[in-house]
């Protein structure tokens, strides 16, 4: 494949962007609308006794899939698709995105104290070819107190993130170990990321 020094992003992640600027990835924002004519609509509803592991994977193909499907409906020049998902799993479960303030305190509440994982797949397709990686990062949370967990809710950051926090933010203070990486964490490990552009020819960071 001829080098390419252009991909399309399939994420509406304002930290997989910083991400990717902070390598100097040049990249185009793709968004994946939920146009039922256009049937590129991910559901990403875990299967019944799903495994963590194969539930990021899948949803992570899809993501990319569907974009490279957006390409093609849109009639847009051809380039890598990147795209990635990221969950967070404690005792085999998986734990998603809290739907409100109250979802968002009972999970923090389940994470208090623990030892949970954060797992994140990253994908890149082109034509006929997918490459994906997975990266799998262990966090050791402190015991939080009802106040934090309420003081973390009114900065607003548990919304729309797996597991409800964000570790760039003040959640960070919330971790006393990883064991990983830490940009898998919020939500695009840069180390998979960079392999993965180098198998499609774009010049590594």
Request: proline share 5%; with cysteine; glycine share 8%.
């Amino acid at each position: 494949m001829d080098t390419r020094h252009h991909i399309y992003l399939a994420s509406q992640s304002p930290r997989r962007r910083e991400l990717l600027k902070q390598i100097g990835v040049h990249y185009e924002v793709l968004l994946l609308r939920n146009d039922p004519r256009r049937d590129v609509h991910v559901d990403e509803t875990p299967h019944d006794g799903e495994d963590p592991e194969d539930y990021v994977q899948r949803i992570c193909r899809a993501k990319a899939l569907a974009g490279w499907k957006t390409l093609g409906l849109r009639e847009l020049p051809l380039s890598p698709v990147l795209a990635a998902d990221t969950t967070v799993t404690l005792g085999g479960h998986i734990i998603g995105k809290p739907d409100d303030n109250l979802h968002a305190a009972e999970i923090l509440r389940m994470l208090s104290g623990t030892q949970h994982q954060v797992l994140t797949a990253v994908a890149m397709v082109f034509g006929e070819r997918l490459e994906m990686r997975l990266s799998a990062t262990t966090i050791t949370f402190d015991t939080l107190s009802e106040e934090r967990i309420h003081r973390y809710l009114l900065t607003g950051e548990a919304h729309d993130k797996a597991g409800a926090y964000g570790i760039q933010g003040h959640a960070g203070a919330f971790v006393k170990h990883i064991d990983g990486s830490y940009t898998g964490v919020m939500g695009l490990p840069l180390y998979e990321t960079v392999e993965l552009l180098k198998l499609f020819g774009y010049p590594a960071p």
